[in-house]
Nanobody, 117 residues
């Protein structure tokens, strides 16, 4: 069983920055991709960013330029750097890790990000 532990969520003022971390309980080399989703109250979970095992990245169009995903293989950790935060970025942010065949997606427990205006 894989454990994903997110951290770094906090209350921050608009315009501020946060860095979220997602630490995996096993080598992240074993995953085809890892990434972040978020879910705001009353809304569906939505994609934030994904990074593949070959370091390709993909972002939600609305977040390009403000958010950056990265990985540290030695620490088995994926990061999400969030800059110029807006109140609409307020959500629970969830980390995920995707295996190869057979495909399975692991989820973390989530970390709360609150951006005040």
């Amino acid at each position: 069983q894989v454990q994903l532990v997110e951290s770094g969520g906090d209350l921050v003022q608009a315009g501020g920055s946060l860095r979220l971390s997602c630490a995996a309980s096993k080598s992240i080399f074993s995953f085809n991709a890892m990434g972040w989703y978020r879910q705001a109250p009353g809304k569906q979970r939505e994609l934030v960013a994904i990074i593949t095992s070959s370091d390709s990245t993909n972002y939600a169009d609305s977040l390009k330029g403000r958010f950056t995903i990265s990985r540290d293989n030695a620490k088995n950790t994926v990061y999400l750097q969030m800059n110029s935060l807006k109140p609409e970025d307020t959500a629970v942010y969830y980390c995920h890790a995707d295996t190869g065949i057979p495909y399975y997606r692991y989820w973390g427990q989530g970390t709360q990000v609150t951006v005040s205006s």
